[in-house]
C-alpha cells in the first residue's frame, strides 16, 4: 500500500494474516499476526507484506470523515 493520509481520522489496524511493515511519519513497525496498531490520520502511512504469507489487515477508521470519503468506500 503506497503511503498515504486519512485526514482528521485515528486508525486501528489489526494483522489478521501475514506480517506487515507499517511505515508512519515517526517510525517502522513491525505488526505480527493478532497485533493492533493506531495511527493518527494525520501521519503518511505505508503499509508492506514482510511475509511469505497474504497479508491480510482488518482496518477501522473512525470518525469515518468527510462526506465524499464515505461515498468513494462506498459505504
Do not use: C, W, Y
Not at 503506497?2 to 511493515?21: I, V
Not at 505505508?46 to 459505504?75: C, Y
Amino acid at each position: 500500500m503506497p503511503a498515504h493520509t486519512h485526514f482528521d481520522t485515528t486508525l486501528l489496524l489489526q494483522t489478521m494474516g501475514g506480517k506487515a511493515m507499517v511505515f508512519t511519519d515517526k517510525k517502522a513497525t513491525p505488526l505480527s499476526m493478532g497485533e493492533l496498531m493506531q495511527v493518527d490520520g494525520k501521519e503518511s502511512l505505508q503499509v508492506e507484506n514482510i511475509s511469505e504469507e497474504m497479508l491480510r489487515l482488518f482496518v477501522t477508521i473512525s470518525p469515518i470523515g468527510s462526506k465524499a470519503f464515505a461515498e468513494d468506500a462506498d459505504i
